[in-house]
């Protein structure tokens, strides 16, 4: 998200870094599962990740 304020930019920086650290333990309970389903788990884990991401905002 691109916004004028300063304050809110920095504010979503930490948030994005809190989501990252959140982000490996999607993929590392996936290992469980078939390799060639890891990826596109991952990939959908990931796309409803940024969905709900979009929401909270």
Known sequence: ???PAG???D???S???EQV???PS???HSIQGTE???TSGDDLLYADF???QAELK
Request: hydrophobic share 15%; net charge negative.
């Open 21 to 23: 650290i959140i982000v």
């Open 11 to 13: 504010d979503s920086d």
């Open 36 to 38: 060639p389903k890891n």
């Open 7 to 9: 304050i809110q930019d």
């Open 1 to 3: 998200t691109t916004n």
């Open 26 to 28: 999607y993929p590392s």
């Open 15 to 17: 948030d994005c870094d």
């Open 50 to 52: 940024k969905k709900s």
